[in-house]
């Protein structure tokens, strides 16, 4: 490790004097661009001694530098390149230098017209944000980012990938209108399609128990609907649980709509995101804390 560290090191000297020799003068008359694309070469391999000795800070350093001979040089897609390798290895260490760098690799795929490369890396970003730096209202932004830009490029099944990640995070932070309008667009547009045509039953599901936080009586309204649209719905556990629970609502009776819930899950686990929502519709019920 300390030989890959050294060797960095020495490669990092030799890129620096090759650029000093380019902007000299004679340097820049006769091979000024030829010693910076040699610089830039340098810069890489010492980038990846860095890696090798886990300097990972030292390594994005390095990315970081041949990225921006690069822009110089006018070789966008390398430079481009160059800032997500930086953003690599920056987020072992430096999340924020991280998504820095993904955001300057971004605006050059903007740049290019590369629109699949810019919804990826803010796709990236959303990921450092959810996991990593646990900012849940910036995860939501850049994943919207994402959608919008895979969305142009025709790129559905991706856009509605990162579109569920926002559905999701804004029914954790009550944002339910907009949740469950996410869900209904996608379980309708699943609808269209007889690969994906059963799966608009849970992003039905999901959407009726958004509506649930809000108003039981709108959430009558829109499980109706989704019975129309899709009459399969009407046969699925998924189906049979709402109407009970929207009973219970009805009635005002939690202990109903605990007994429903725990029947459901005895035969179909439900995941951290549905207990959530679960709790937080019994509250509206009895104003209990948790599900007995």
């Given at each position: ?115 699949t490369q810019a919804a990826k890396h803010h796709m990236s970003i959303a990921e450092i944000y959810e996991t990593n730096l646990v900012d849940l209202d ?48 996608i379980a309708d547009s699943s609808l269209e399609s007889p690969l994906l045509k059963y799966s608009a039953k849970d992003y039905f599901f999901r959407a ?30 998924e189906y049979k649980l709402l109407q009970k629970l929207v009973a219970a609502g009805e009635e005002q009776n939690a202990d109903d709509f605990t007994d ?33």
């Open positions: 490790m300390a030989d890959s560290e050294k060797k960095g090191q020495q490669l990092m000297a030799e890129a620096e004097k090759k650029l000093k020799s380019s902007q000299s003068f004679l340097g820049s008359m006769f091979g000024g661009a030829q010693k910076q694309e040699e610089a830039c070469e340098l810069y890489e391999r010492a980038a990846n001694q860095f890696k090798m000795a886990k300097k990972w800070n030292e390594a994005g350093n390095a990315f970081c530098q041949s990225a921006s001979i690069h822009l110089t040089l006018q070789v966008k897609h390398q430079a481009a390149s160059n800032y997500v390798d930086a953003a690599t290895s920056y987020r072992k260490d430096d999340q924020e230098k991280a998504i820095s760098c993904l955001q300057r690799a971004i605006e050059i795929y903007i740049d290019m017209g590369k629109f910036k995860a939501v932004e850049h994943y919207e980012k994402a959608a919008d830009y895979y969305k142009g490029e025709e790129s559905n099944s991706s856009a509605n990938k990162c579109l569920l990640k926002v559905a999701h995070y804004s029914a954790q932070q009550e944002n339910y209108d907009k949740a469950f309008m996410i869900y209904e667009e009726a128990l958004c509506h649930m936080c809000v108003d039981n009586q709108n959430a009558q309204i829109a499980i109706s609907k989704y019975e129309d649209k899709f009459p399969a719905f009407s046969d699925s556990r429903a819930v725990k029947q459901y899950d005895s035969i179909s686990r439900l995941d951290n995101w549905y207990t959530t929502i679960l709790l937080r519709i019994k509250k509206t019920i009895a104003g209990d804390s948790d599900l007995k």
